[in-house]
């Protein structure tokens, strides 16, 4: 053997076995003393002049050893029983899936050094921590492989560390290893624990809770859920930047169920001067339209009634406006009256007081005793357009109103409204005049005035319906059942099951419209309900007086739209609660298709009649303080009579 040979041999024989070597744990105990620092330093120095060539240069051939660490001045020799704890000790917090360094022989055994007794034993030592390292990778890479925790640190690994254990090179050649310092992970001490459900924050599952006076909110999530309620949960840009924490998901949903979080970039950059149907920024744009009404499907609610000019108004009106068989109450409210009573304002403030805090009056208007009336839901307000309104008399003396219409138009979003409520003349034998009734109204209503058509190639100057997108007529129009008395009420009594076929068969506005004499366009959902008029009042009795009128549905609620299945008629049906008139009142609901719309349609910026909305809620309010004083004053007086 040579002299370079015995060098390499003795260089090996200062190295240690690998990680988890199986020299520690043989039962053959080592008693090979340790070399002493110094020794260890002689030695470099003896193969730092061998490594030279005959011209005194290095060569690139020669393996050359890593200086060894210096030793503590109070340790300078430990047992091999002591390394071999210190060793195990550092394996502990030491990476098991990094090969490069726990197939390198110094990094093992930093701190002690040892002396061959022979080469021969120098060679076996060296075989065996070979085989050693190669059995301890493979065991190490299983272990990290089977973990799911340490599976995703592995795809961290570079790619000499992800290479079976065959093509490395050779841990004691030290020319592939990095000069870089690198930090291994910890290999955690025990199992995970695992994760719960809910790993949300103490902060977002505060955010869940919901305080003990709003626990009907509660109830109407769990039940509801998925309905109307999450309107303004669609704005997706609220959700976007969030990870797969389904909790912190929910929290903001609770948090900003309400009201959305508005970005200052937003406030920056959006503009309600203009706008277009496709921009982002448009106040009546399709992200706002998306934002409340996910179903782009606005609720509306019409009543129609002839109160014949009672001065005393029902004691309350939540059967004409709130009826109990309604899940929900609607987004507008339009009422329109035939001869009204006297006084207009007293009407208005207690429609006012029956829907409460939740509405406002978006707009009123009268021609003599015909009122028409819009209320909106307070949130809603800002998206109506400015209101406009016009009247038409059917009278010859243009001074006596107590014949006509009156409409009234605004934009919604980009959906355009026309709401029109009218009294044709009466008299059973009166067809054609008020086919002229009708004729008038759709030429003389001048509308719209300032607001744009949002379609003008449909519309017809000769007919103000033709003009809006969607259009409701409804009224006292005074068309009756051309059959005698007697007949009507015989073919009443064999009704079954609210079939009104048999009576419609003789009801003068269905044989006009067939005919296509008036209401072009329109439609009228079917009638399950006994005719409107006339009663007793106070009863439900048909007229008793000497003229016997005949029964009939002259209260009636049409429409027409300018895209098939844009309207939905969810209800129709009449009020037989309210008994203070000859007439019954007619409701109707309707689900609506809303369409996005451009800025540039005038704003009615939330203008709405704030001194009814007071006086409305303060009588409101007075009300259900009386009624707690007489609930009261009755159980008071209820005790003081189980006393005595």
């Not at 910890?186 to 994760?195: F, I, K, N, Q, S």
């Not at 009863?539 to 549905?553: H, L």
């Not at 609620?557 to 209800?571: G, M, N, T, W, Y």
């Not at 910026?605 to 609930?631: H, N, P, V």
Request: charged share 25%; net charge positive; proline share 5%.
């Amino acid at each position: 053997m040579t002299e370079n040979g015995e060098d390499s041999l003795l260089h090996q024989s200062c190295e240690a076995p690998a990680k988890g070597d199986s020299l520690v744990s043989d039962s053959r105990t080592l008693k090979t003393s340790v070399v002493d620092a110094t020794s260890c330093k002689e030695h470099n120095d003896a193969l730092k002049l061998t490594d030279r060539n005959a011209e005194g240069q290095i060569s690139l051939y020669q393996p050359r050893p890593p200086a060894l660490p210096r030793l503590s001045k109070s340790r300078k020799s430990v047992s091999l029983e002591e390394a071999g704890r210190i060793r195990r000790l550092r394996n502990s917090q030491e990476s098991l899936s990094d090969q490069v360094e726990t197939g390198s022989s110094t990094d093992s055994l930093k701190e002690v050094q040892t002396t061959p007794a022979s080469g021969g034993f120098v060679l076996s030592a060296a075989a065996t921590i070979r085989n050693d390292q190669d059995s301890n990778v493979r065991k190490l890479s299983a272990v990290t492989m089977g973990s799911p925790v340490f599976r995703d640190r592995g795809r961290s690994l570079s790619e000499y560390e992800r290479r079976p254990t065959s093509q490395q090179s050779d841990p004691t050649d030290h020319r592939v290893r990095s000069s870089k310092v690198r930090l291994s992970p910890v290999r955690p001490p025990g199992t995970l624990p695992a994760l719960g459900k809910s790993f949300a924050s103490d902060t977002l599952r505060a955010a869940n809770r919901i305080d003990g006076d709003c626990l009907d909110y509660a109830m109407m999530t769990r039940e509801k859920l998925g309905l109307r309620l999450h309107r303004n949960l669609s704005d997706s840009r609220l959700l976007e930047n969030m990870g797969s924490d389904s909790a912190s998901v929910n929290s903001m949903r609770s948090t900003y169920s309400v009201l959305s979080p508005i970005r200052p970039q937003d406030v920056r950059n959006r503009s309600f001067l203009e706008g277009s149907v496709l921009g982002s920024g448009a106040l009546l744009g399709a992200e706002e339209l998306d934002r409340h009404f996910p179903d782009r499907r606005v609720g509306i609610y019409i009543a129609t009634w002839n109160m014949q000019g009672e001065k005393g108004l029902p004691a309350n009106l939540d059967d004409l406006l709130l009826p109990t068989d309604s899940a929900f109450a609607q987004d507008f409210y339009i009422i329109g009256v035939q001869e009204g009573c006297p006084d207009r304002r007293e009407w208005e403030t207690r429609l006012q007081e029956t829907l409460g805090p939740y509405y406002v009056m978006l707009y009123a208007a009268s021609h003599g005793v015909l009122y028409l009336t819009v209320f909106v839901r307070r949130d809603l307000i800002w998206f109506c357009s400015e209101v406009e309104h016009a009247t038409v008399t059917t009278r010859i003396i243009s001074q006596i109103k107590t014949k006509g219409a009156v409409g009234i138009a605004f934009t919604f979003f980009g959906t355009s409204f026309l709401f029109i409520t009218s009294h044709f003349t009466s008299g059973d034998a009166k067809v054609y005049e008020r086919v002229l009734d009708y004729n008038k109204i759709v030429e003389a209503l001048a509308l719209p005035k300032g607001l744009p058509d949002t379609n003008p190639y449909r519309s017809t100057p000769s007919d103000v319906t033709t003009r809006f997108d969607q259009v409701f007529w409804f009224g006292d129009f005074n068309f009756r059942l051309s059959k005698d008395r007697v007949d009507v009420e015989t073919i009443i009594n064999r009704t079954v099951g609210g079939n009104m076929a048999p009576l419609l068969e003789h009801d003068q506005l269905s044989k006009e419209m067939k005919d296509g004499s008036i209401f072009k366009g329109f439609q009228e959902a079917p009638i399950h309900f006994l005719p409107t008029y006339k009663f007793d009042i106070g009863c439900d009795i048909y007229d008793t007086t000497s003229k016997q009128r005949t029964p009939s549905y002259t209260d009636r609620i049409l429409f027409r739209s300018r895209q098939a299945e844009d309207i939905k008629v969810v209800k129709y049906t009449s009020c037989s609660c309210i008994k203070t008139s000859d007439h019954r009142p007619v409701i109707s609901v309707f689900q609506v298709k809303l369409r996005p719309g451009r800025d540039n349609i005038p704003l009615g910026a939330g203008q709405f009649d704030r001194s009814l909305y007071l006086e409305g809620i303060r009588r409101r309010i007075t009300r259900e303080l009386k009624r707690r004083e007489a609930m009261k004053n009755h159980s008071s007086s209820s005790t003081i009579c189980t006393i005595s």
